[in-house]
């Protein structure tokens, strides 16, 4: 089996509401955003429903995070368009050899010259407008519906304003498209698609999603023999206390134990794997929960306002009630905490207990 922790993952653990949810929208012809902190399941989830639907649509995957530049995410699109064609590298092959992609695809000329067309395109207002009018060009010519996945779409205001109202405008008019958005950044994402000033409002159906559901991920561990090794009762406890349904460090946590034993030539995950595996990704993460604690304590009282809320801390009281509000307000923006003020990250929290002096 590929146990795979923050690449590429073909194990979905839970997800089964979620998955019927999105299928049902595309089948409405409903476009659909899914915002959650950073390593919560976005991308896994759709791309498990992407796969499940790709005989039936054309699927067109398009991650903004990989464009520095409106050039080339049009570029990326472009290639996403194609490659929903079956044509790998399009933009690529279209400077070096044109032909080679008619003959050895056997696509219609006319769908190669409207992409080889278009990379010659001078102005880049014409780019994007022609680039994210092609998804909805070519379903209808292809007579299918298409699912355009955008990725990391918080991202998508880092080449301005402008740019965000053009996509809305012409998304709008696509009629063989049902676009999924995904992305991290939950403040950016609710600015997107739930701030009535934004082009975005109520363009999509926003889906929160949760932590993975406890239950099914120790159904999950209990089952799973990885080169006969397994996980005994105490150590799946140990990694669902710790874990609480992240599914990276879920399957973060059960990759690293099963190493140490495998390191032991022992057949069984007892807990002091476990917490070796807990001690060895807290130390592989350092680095990382240090910058995000130094960036916290850039405001006055914000990391005491963290603090007092996992009990490591009181907060002063010279500190107003109202700017320890506005603290919590922010840490929710920076998905640093939900709505019940827990910490999104459950690692983190563990951290910061053993690394912050009160
Ligand atoms: N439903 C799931 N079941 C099991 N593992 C999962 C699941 N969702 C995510 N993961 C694990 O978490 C990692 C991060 O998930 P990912 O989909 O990349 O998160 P996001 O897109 O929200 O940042 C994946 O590489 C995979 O190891
Ligand atoms: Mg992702």
Redesign the pocket.
């Known amino acids: 089996m590929r146990?795979?922790?923050?690449?590429?993952?073909t194990?979905?653990?839970?997800?089964e509401r979620e998955i019927k949810t999105i299928k049902s929208y595309i089948k409405m012809g409903q476009h659909c955003a899914i915002v959650?902190?950073?390593?919560?399941?976005?991308?896994?989830?759709?791309?498990?429903v992407l796969e499940d639907l790709k005989n039936d649509y054309l699927i067109i995957k398009l991650d903004i995070f990989a464009a520095s530049n409106v050039r080339e995410l049009c570029h990326l699109l472009i290639d996403a368009v194609y490659q929903s064609h079956g044509v790998s590298n399009f933009v690529k092959s279209a400077k070096d050899n044109i032909l080679d992609i008619v003959s050895r695809f056997k696509l219609d000329t006319d769908f190669v010259k409207i992409g080889y067309d278009l990379l010659r395109e001078p102005s880049e207002a014409e780019l994007i407008k022609k680039a994210f009018q092609l998804p909805d060009l070519f379903a209808e010519k292809q007579n299918k519906r298409a699912i355009v996945f955008m990725?990391e779409f918080g991202d998508i205001e880092r080449f301005g304003e402008d740019v965000v109202k053009k996509l809305r405008a012409y998304f709008q008019t696509h009629q063989h498209v049902s676009y999924i958005f995904?992305g991290?950044q939950t403040s950016v994402m609710n600015k997107v698609f739930l701030d009535k000033a934004n082009a975005f409002f109520n363009f999509a159906s926003i889906m929160n999603?949760p932590l993975?559901d406890i239950d099914q991920c120790r159904t999950?561990a209990k089952g799973l023999r990885i080169d006969h090794i397994q996980f005994n009762e105490q150590a799946v406890e140990k990694i669902l206390e710790t874990t609480q349904g992240h599914?990276?460090?879920?399957?973060?946590l059960i990759q690293e134990a099963y190493v140490l034993a495998y390191l032991d030539d022992s057949s069984l995950v007892t807990p002091d794997l476990v917490d070796k595996a807990i001690q060895k990704i807290l130390r592989d993460n350092h680095a990382f929960f240090e910058v995000e604690w130094d960036r916290i304590n850039v405001k006055k009282h914000k990391g005491h306002v963290l603090k007092s809320l996992i009990g490591l801390d009181t907060v002063s009281e010279q500190v107003s009630l109202s700017y320890k509000s506005q603290m919590i307000k922010e840490l929710k923006n920076e998905a640093v905490l939900n709505n019940e003020k827990q910490m999104t990250d459950p690692l983190f929290k563990a951290w910061l207990i053993r690394n912050i002096a009160i």
């Not at 902190?37 to 991308?43: A, D």
């Open positions: 146990i795979n922790a923050g690449g590429l993952s194990i979905v653990v839970g997800r959650a902190p950073r390593r919560y399941g976005k991308t896994t989830l759709v791309n498990a990725d995904a991290s999603l993975l999950f599914p990276y460090y879920f399957i973060k």
